[in-house]
Nanobody, 117 residues
Framework: QVQLVESGGGLVQPGGSLRLSCAAS????????MRWYRQAPGKRREFVAT???????NYADSVKGRFTISRDNAKNTVYLQMNSLKDEDTAVYYC???????????WGQGTQVTVSS
């Protein structure tokens, strides 16, 4: 049974930092790319960052230079380090994996990040 469980969200002031975690289970984590998406109120879900099985990364322009995606294959966990947070980073953040052998797209339940003074 595939599971993606996010944690680490919360309330932070502008300019602050948070680290999100996504614990994966039910599949061979090290073999698949992982992504973070986010959805702000009233907006469509948007891509944030991706990391391949080999560790290559890519970011949305809006977070480039401020966010860092990483993975620990020994812990089956992907992280999103978020620095220099802005009000517009407020959203629910979702972990995502595309697993064709398990039927397709999988999403976590999401974790709320609120940036506000």
């Amino acid at each position: 049974q595939v599971q993606l469980v996010e944690s680490g969200g919360g309330l932070v002031q502008p300019g602050g930092s948070l680290r999100l975690s996504c614990a994966a289970s039910g599949f061979t984590f090290s073999s698949y790319y992982m992504r973070w998406y986010r959805q702000a109120p009233g907006k469509r879900r948007e891509f944030v960052a991706t990391i391949t099985s080999g560790g290559s990364t890519n970011y949305a322009d809006s977070v480039k230079g401020r966010f860092t995606i990483s993975r620990d294959n020994a812990k089956n966990t992907v992280y999103l380090q978020m620095n220099s947070l802005k009000d517009e980073d407020t959203a629910v953040y979702y972990c995502y994996a595309n697993l064709p052998r398990f039927g397709g797209d999988y999403w976590g339940q999401g974790t709320q990040v609120t940036v506000s003074s």
